[in-house]
């Protein structure tokens, strides 16, 4: 039988060879094998040498064998194994490779088969490196030595491509040889002086004189450095010094004592630099920009960007830059790179297509439209453009009823009147009053709008428009004109989208993965979970049949309402009725089984929960609810691997859910607990997620806010589990997010972020400080001052929250209590040089009211009210590009004041005199101070410093008296003299001055002994020099 | 495997193969031109510079040179791209930079170790690299040093044990991070499987590993970006990529590790056009072209809430069998991409072309 075998099949001969009861010692892989279920049973059924002696067990082939009838042979009578790995000979069999899933046992079955040592079989060889390939494209065994690629292994065209290509680089690069030959006598030598100096001795001086100096450093540092001194520097003590510094969780300070943001120069010198020189480094920084780019480090991205495009400008660059602006969410550059590309190259496609993208997150849909457009005239199958073109009119559709703006607008208009007719006495305002009003009539008809189309878009899109204000205001300009022309285009467009509409569904169901952000956002408006609104959005944004649209929104608000079984009804009647109709768009089935799954999930039926995320899965693959969902249920069932394994998928597609990150920390534990150290190798293979429906975590700025109902959902729910370590962990994380947030100038966000950890632990007060300061940023001051309230009542010398409280005051026009915490700064600390300044800023402002306010009281009144309607405006407006805070935190119609030179008048009470006076005496003013005291009317000094009069305070007083008001107007110095000497604490204060201060005194006295005066006597001096104890 | 995937594939072409009369160690390719250097040792002792210039599918020498001591590396990393000056570090431990239009005398020379220079690594150069221009030094007296070629005889930095502790041969050594003037580190791998990483700006150890088996060959991916990854490839044929971006405070960085063969790696290039594509050469011949993929979160927070890096996937490209003799040296052309020249010890340098680099 056998011999007929090997007729049949002459590859597969086999020489008989005696078994060996016990392995080769001297086995070819010395290292132990890691452990696995087939190994450990392959060894376990290590036969007997009982029949082995002389039988030779043949690997079985399945399909010739079955003829003959050998398959009757059963597995246990194939004693024998192989001599390296002791696998049952039995294995070696096409039957077994082909059910084999361990991909280890695989691998050792090829080994043992291409090593001969049981006999050479080629063609089973060959299905085993098949089956290891169709389980494990990566496994190392199928790497095999290969010779190199010859001319064979291309087609003719590929391998013509080829050399042509070299060739024609090999020319290119030996004409330019000759050329840069020639250039080279042109530009001698280098430029020297643009290198950088030599390391360590940057500090010498490189002159004759000082050549000992430089021979003794240069000795100095070559002194040998051996390891020991290497290793003084302490990196975890180092590393640890500058944890600490994050966790004061002083943003500012994280900001700059992070070692990963470096420092790049933007520009580089180009200087003697050939032309083909300078396109060598601009490709070379353009391709290091796109590296960065495609490990998303998008910061990086854009200044190797900038570099490049400070060499050569080219628009394929500038194409890449906006791209990567995009990711970052800044629009006004973006869109002047997309301009810029599109200056280059009119009509190029991807520039299009981005400043579309650009006019869209800016609200500005007519621009995006018309881009849009003429990508589709371009190209008439762009599918992108043709979706963003659909979704981009629904929005507008949204935006329709425009009245209401107009309405704003007019009061508005009041406003202007108003200010033109109050600014009458000051002239010089009027001017930039009536500008600022422009702007914000402007800013006020864009957020109007933006409200206007708040309610039908739902949480879609009210998000981090427009980072500067000069952007809104353009934008804003746009909208006026469209605004005009709307009802007119309007009505054309109405045709062309239904037209398009026909389309929808198709566009729909297969792009969602394409494009992340607005598909996703599509989803979840129409989800439970997404708050308020989602019926609406729902409706307007998917294509299901009226019919299901209203029961799914129906499913929806009985969901809300806690009623799960009755949404149960409502989902299953709203699948059955989609389902009945065929083909329908796979996205909105899958939606409504996720919401269905949602309900099993709040019933506790996780078993049905498990199975319509299945179904959902099947018709949306990768989508981030059914699989958060499936992941709980079966957490909840106690099937952690899979739970584990589609936390991890969720991780993927979305690194920032972090329930989803935390359950995975938690099943992690679990499965160590419950499986040991290798409970990895017991996890199905986690899939991966493509590429295009990963959401980075940079990109989906809008997203991830839109994710948060869901995961404060799920974080709900959680809490309950979460042990208190566990809120600790998940508390910081969310804080240094926040931290993470306000560094990219993202105050919502980081708002939002540190609202989540105030849930955890009301007690943190840097959370709350924290907060203020994103409010502060945002212009709500009122929340701004509620959590620095908050912090005050924890914590009363918190010395942040006196400083933004006091910004949050200002912001609020309420000067005296922002002068007063701005007090409180300086008092717990008096080198807080912002707080000085502010707070000298503040008491002008509060003297500048007071004494604007007595007449022009009842314009003032007016002003108010009026300036509550264009608060949105300014909101709208958003926030200023930030980068230190304290200017920027300013209301906007603080400058338009302070542009003014302060006048100094005479202060009407005691309270706003120590006020000015503080300022003064915080900047030492002495000009100011002297103007004060010639407004000041001597006899009143003892009443208006009351019980206030300090060293500091006398001393600059006297300063001032000496050196502006002495010389020119002694009397008045002799008056205040004389008045001071009456003031409360005089008495204490004098007896306080040191001997320099006393001196001071005396410098004045003599000078006004100089310079004589009718309102006083030498006699009058003498006697009051005795007062001031001279 | 599948024809498909073959395809798909990149491809390596051995494009020229020129047998020469002496044992290359080291071969460059001189930028912005299609020629190319061969740095070796002759029979009889002496060391040799070929100057090869790139002829359709032939080598044409344009010019040799012979030294007195042979040659074991060279680098044009701290040249000027009009310059073009190279530096070559010799079995005395002479580090000289030679004019290659008149090498008679070179430009610079100082006898800079006691022992043969392993390795030699220029930045600052090329327009590769902010700061000025630098060459360090790797030698089997156990330090690492380095040079500014404007300052004559001594070192700007010298990095070697302390007194008394063993002395490792240095096999290996790279510049990294060199994005700005002041930042700057060199990475040493020694024979004992030690890797140093030092910081030239504040002049310390900034981290230190051991990968158990000598180091042969360490490279950054890019030298002019804040260091990113790190490959290092060892004697007993693994390679470790190091995730630079991340340092851990007591784990350092994350690394993956991968096998390539059972032979030793003698070397690892990068693609200067894409840094996360590099070749490593074998001890048997062979030559491995691999991709390093990044994971979706480059970092995580540890329990303590420090940050750590996490190291993505490796996937292997293609694999050649080149040689029976071990490929010692190996280099991208900076100018085309997908040209290389690798040296081997069966006294052949050989000219590559790698196809479809593009459509990674």
């Known amino acids: 039988m056998l011999k007929h075998k ?165 020319s290119e690069m030996n004409e330019d040889d000759k050329k840069s030959q020639l250039l080279r006598t042109d530009t001698p030598n280098e430029r020297p002086d643009n290198l950088p100096p030599i390391r360590c001795s940057s500090s010498c001086p490189p002159t004759n004189q000082n050549k000992n100096l430089q021979n003794k450093q240069r000795s100095k540092k070559n002194i040998p450095r051996d390891y020991s001194e290497w290793d003084k520097f302490d990196v975890e003590k180092e590393c640890s010094k500058i944890d600490e510094d994050c966790e004061e969780s002083n943003s500012k300070a994280r900001f700059f004592c992070r070692p990963s943001l470096p420092i790049i120069e933007k520009k580089i010198d180009t200087t003697g630099m050939t032309k083909r020189e300078k396109i060598f480094i601009a490709t070379r920084e353009k391709e290091k920009g796109n590296e960065a780019f495609a490990t998303g480090d998008y910061v990086e991205a854009v200044t190797y960007y900038t570099r490049s495009l400070s060499v050569i400008p080219t628009a394929a660059v500038y194409n890449n830059k906006a791209q990567a602006e995009i990711k970052l969410q800044d629009w006004d550059n973006a869109l002047q790179d997309c301009e810029k590309v599109l200056d280059m190259e009119p009509g190029n496609i991807k520039a299009l297509m981005r400043r579309a993208t650009v006019h869209n997150h800016l609200q500005n849909y007519q621009a995006a439209i018309e881009d849009l457009n003429e990508v589709l005239s ?275 597609i979305d690194s920032s859910i972090q329930a989803a990150n935390d359950s995975a920390n938690r099943i992690t534990k679990t499965l160590i607990d419950q499986d040991g150290p290798s409970w990895r190798e017991k996890l199905p293979p986690i899939p991966v997620v493509p590429a295009a429906a990963q959401l980075h975590r940079w990109d989906g700025g809008s997203l991830t806010s ?92 918190n010395i942040k929250a006196f400083y933004r409280r006091a910004l949050a005051h200002k912001g609020l026009q309420n000067y005296q209590a922002s002068a007063d915490d701005f007090n409180k700064v300086l008092v717990i600390d008096p080198n807080v040089v912002e707080a000085q300044k502010e707070l000298e800023e503040v008491t002008q402002l509060l003297h500048l009211d007071s004494s604007a306010g007595d007449g022009s009281q009842q314009a003032h009144g007016k002003k108010i009210t009026i300036q509550e309607v264009s608060d949105p405006a300014e909101r709208g407006e958003g926030p200023l590009a930030a980068a230190e805070g304290a200017e920027e935190a300013e209301p906007k119609a603080v400058p338009r004041r302070s542009s003014q030179k302060l006048r100094v008048s005479e202060p009407p009470n005691a309270y706003d005199f120590g006020q000015i006076i503080n300022a003064l005496n915080a900047s030492k003013d002495k000009a100011a101070c002297a103007d004060l005291l010639t407004t000041t009317d001597p006899k009143t000094l003892p009443v208006l410093l009351s019980n206030k009069l300090e060293g500091e305070i006398l001393l600059l007083f006297i300063q001032s008296l000496e050196h502006c008001i002495a010389g020119k107007d002694p009397g008045l110095a002799y008056q205040h003299l004389f008045y001071l000497s009456k003031a409360k604490r005089f008495k204490v204060v004098l007896a306080l001055l040191s001997k320099n201060e006393k001196e001071e005194v005396q410098h004045l006295f003599d000078l006004l002994t100089e310079s004589q005066s009718d309102q006083y006597s030498l006699e009058d001096l003498e006697s009051l020099k005795k007062v001031y104890e001279l | 495997m599948s024809a498909v995937l073959g395809l798909e594939r990149p491809q390596v072409v051995s494009h020229v193969q020129q047998a020469l009369s002496y044992t290359v160690f080291d071969c460059k390719w001189v930028p912005r031109s299609a020629r190319l250097m061969c740095l070796g040792s002759a029979a009889r002792g002496t060391g040799i510079i070929q100057l090869y210039e790139l002829h359709g599918a032939r080598l044409e020498v344009l010019r040799e040179i012979e030294k007195p001591k042979p040659i074991k590396c060279g680098t044009f990393g701290a040249t000027s791209l009009q310059q073009r000056f190279l530096a070559t570090g010799d079995f005395d431990g002479n580090l000289n930079i030679w004019n290659l239009e008149a090498p008679e005398i070179p430009v610079y020379s100082v006898k800079g170790h006691k022992e043969i220079i392993n390795s030699i690594d220029g930045v600052g150069g090329l327009g590769i690299g902010e700061g000025a221009p630098e060459i360090v030094t790797g030698s089997r007296d156990g330090t690492v040093k380095v040079w500014d070629p404007r300052q004559k005889d001594t070192p700007v930095a010298n990095m070697e044990p302390v007194q008394g502790e063993s002395k490792r041969d240095c096999w290996t050594v790279a510049f990294g991070n060199a994005y700005n003037q002041e930042e700057r580190v060199v990475c040493a791998g020694y024979d004992n499987g030690d890797i140093k990483l030092f910081d030239l700006k504040t002049m310390s150890l900034r981290w230190e590993t051991n990968i158990k088996n000598g180091v ?145």
């Not at chain 1, 402007?442 to 708040?454: I, K, L, N």
């Not at chain 1, 990219?744 to 300061?773: D, F, P």
């Open chain 1, 6 to 170: 090997g007729d049949a099949h002459p590859g597969r001969c086999i020489s008989a060879r005696p078994r060996q009861a016990l392995p080769s010692p001297l086995s070819p892989d010395p290292r132990p094998e890691p452990s696995c279920a087939c190994a450990a049973w392959a060894t376990a059924g290590r036969p007997r040498l009982r029949c082995g002696q002389g039988r030779v067990r043949v690997p079985e082939t399945a399909r010739p064998r079955a003829v003959m009838g050998d398959e009757s042979v059963p597995y246990f009578l194939g004693e024998g194994t192989t001599k390296t790995y002791q696998i049952p000979i039995s294995h070696l069999d096409y039957k077994f490779i082909e059910k084999c899933t361990d991909v280890k046992h695989l691998e050792k079955i090829l080994r043992v088969l291409r090593s001969g040592e049981e006999g050479c079989y080629p063609e089973l060889t060959l299905a085993c490196e098949k089956r290891i390939e169709c389980l494990d494209p990566r496994s190392r065994a199928l790497r095999k030595d290969k010779p190199a690629a010859t001319a064979s292994d291309f087609t003719a065209e590929e391998w013509q491509a080829i050399n042509s290509e070299l060739m024609s680089w090999l």
């Open chain 1, 378 to 652: 371009a190209e008439p199958e762009n599918s992108m453009a043709k979706k963003s073109l659909l979704e981009i009119e629904e929005k507008l559709k949204g935006l329709k009823p425009v009245s209401e703006p107009q309405g704003k607008g007019k009061k508005i208009l009041i406003e202007e009147i108003e200010d033109s007719e109050s600014g009458e006495g000051r002239e010089e305002n009027t001017e930039e009053r009536e500008r600022r009003g422009g702007d914000k009539s402007c800013g006020a008809a864009a957020a109007a709008r933006a409200a206007a189309g708040e309610p039908a878009m739902g949480n879609a899109h009210r998000k981090s428009h427009g980072k500067g204000k000069a952007q809104q205001d353009r934008d804003a300009h746009k909208h006026k004109d469209s605004a005009e022309s709307g009802g007119k285009k309007g009505a054309s467009k109405k045709k062309s989208e239904k037209h398009l509409s026909d389309h929808e569904g198709e566009v729909n169901g297969y792009l969602r993965s394409d494009e992340k952000s607005e598909s996703a956002e599509a989803e979840e408006i129409s989800t439970p979970h997404g708050e308020g609104s989602q019926s609406a959005g729902g409706g307007s944004s998917t294509s299901l049949p009226p019919a299901a649209a209203k029961l799914k929104s129906e499913g929806n608000e009985l969901f809300k309402s806690g009623q799960f079984g009755e949404a149960v009804l409502k989902y299953s009647e709203a699948i059955e009725y989609v389902t009945g109709l065929g083909e329908q768009s796979p996205d909105d089935l899958s939606i409504l089984y996720s919401n269905r799954a949602a309900c099993y999930l709040k019933e506790g039926n996780c078993s049905d929960c498990i199975q319509d995320c299945n179904r959902a899965l099947e018709l949306q693959p990768f989508s981030l609810k059914p699989l958060l969902r499936r992941a709980m249920a079966n957490e909840s069932m106690e099937r952690y691997r899979q739970a584990y394994i589609d936390y991890k998928t969720v991780l993927q």
């Open chain 1, 706 to 797: 839109e994710n948060k109902p869901s995961t404060t959902d799920i974080n709900r729910e959680e809490e309950l589990q979460m042990n208190c370590e566990e809120a600790a962990e998940k508390f910081k994380r969310l804080k240094n997010e926040g931290n993470d947030f306000v560094k990219m100038g993202e105050y919502e966000e980081a708002a939002h972020k540190y609202s989540e950890c105030m849930k955890l632990n009301t007690e943190e007060c840097t959370v709350y400080t924290n907060r203020a300061l994103c409010y502060l940023k945002l212009y709500k001051y009122e929340e701004a001052k509620r959590d620095c309230d908050h912090v005050l009542q924890i914590e009363d010398s």
């Open chain 2, 216 to 360: 042969c060959s360490v490279e950054f991916d890019r030298k002019d970006i804040n260091m990113n990854k790190l490959v290092a490839t060892s004697l007993e044929g693994k390679f470790h990529v190091f995730d630079m971006r991340t340092q851990h405070p007591t784990k350092g960085f994350a690394s993956v590790s991968e096998k390539a063969q059972k032979s030793t790696i003698w070397q690892v290039r990068h693609l200067p056009q894409n840094r996360d594509i590099f070749m490593t050469s074998g001890g048997s011949g062979s030559l491995h072209l691999w991709k390093y993929e990044y994971p979706a979160q480059r970092s995580k927070k540890d329990s303590e809430g420090s940050e750590m890096g996490v190291a993505g996937s490796l996937s292997l490209l293609q694999n050649v069998t080149l040689s029976t003799q071990p490929i010692s040296s190996l280099d991208w052309s900076p100018d085309k991409k997908g040209l290389c020249v690798c040296g081997a010890f069966d006294q052949t340098v050989r000219v590559l072309i790698v196809t479809k680099l593009n459509k990674i």
